[in-house]
């Protein structure tokens, strides 16, 4: 789901981030903290959708995201069930797309640490980290082709891809915000430069 909010909505949402807590994390990465997740409100009504903004927060990274779910953790969820997630692009240029991929993950929030690379990764500060796809739901039996993987995602080990395929490829539009099924894996594109935006994770209520 895509929605237009305009950008006076945007110049907003950024005055309201230099409000927030700044938090500077590993390689150049900063969050700012929603303490009052209830001033997003409004992002809920746009969607039409009945829920719960139980988490998120403001990014900025100059690192592509790897493959994850942003489901949340249970002692966030207070026992209902991860929606959807909302991501709100405070940033564009044409390298700034959002990959859904077509297999989902039922487990709490989790990156997927698949291929020798992540041998060397530290372990995500929130995240939970799964090494297989063992618990992962809609795997293809073939794989993906390189032309896609090269176009889209370059960034990452060829093994941690190939066998799942996209759904989408949601190009970063400042003024729009788009919302996904908080269980389908996810990631960025290969990109260069600042990646800015807002995530809002939604629960049922």
């Known amino acids: 789901m895509i929605r237009n909010i305009g950008t006076k909505k945007i110049e907003k949402i950024i005055e309201f981030r230099n409000t927030c807590e700044r938090v500077e994390k590993l390689h150049g990465v900063v969050n700012h903290k929603i303490f009052d997740k209830s001033d997003f409100n409004w992002i809920l009504d746009e969607f039409e959708i009945t829920g719960r903004i139980f988490g998120g927060n403001y990014f900025s990274t100059p690192n592509p995201f790897l493959v994850h779910v942003d489901t949340g953790k249970e002692e966030d969820l207070c026992g209902k069930s991860s ?7 405070l940033s564009q240029q044409d390298d700034f797309n959002t990959i859904i991929f077509n297999q989902k993950f039922y487990g709490e929030a989790t990156h997927f640490y698949i291929g020798s690379m992540y041998n060397y990764f530290p372990k995500p500060v929130y995240n939970h980290v ?4 063992n618990n992962v739901e809609g795997l293809e039996q073939t794989e993906m082709d390189i032309t896609t993987y090269s176009k889209y995602l370059s ?18 539009q400042v ?30 209520v």
Not at 130 to 133: G, K, L, S, V
Not at 176 to 198: D, M, P, R, T, V
Request: charged share 15%; glycine share 6%.
């Open 83 to 89: 929606l959807y997630n909302i991501v709100v692009p």
């Open 130 to 133: 799964e090494r297989t796809y």
């Open 155 to 172: 960034h990452l080990p060829y093994e941690t891809v190939k066998y799942l395929s996209i759904k989408d490829v949601i190009p970063w």
């Open 175 to 204: 003024g729009q915000a788009f919302a996904f099924e908080s269980q389908y894996l996810h990631s960025s594109c290969n990109f260069n430069g600042i990646k800015e935006g807002l995530t809002l994770l939604v629960s049922d």
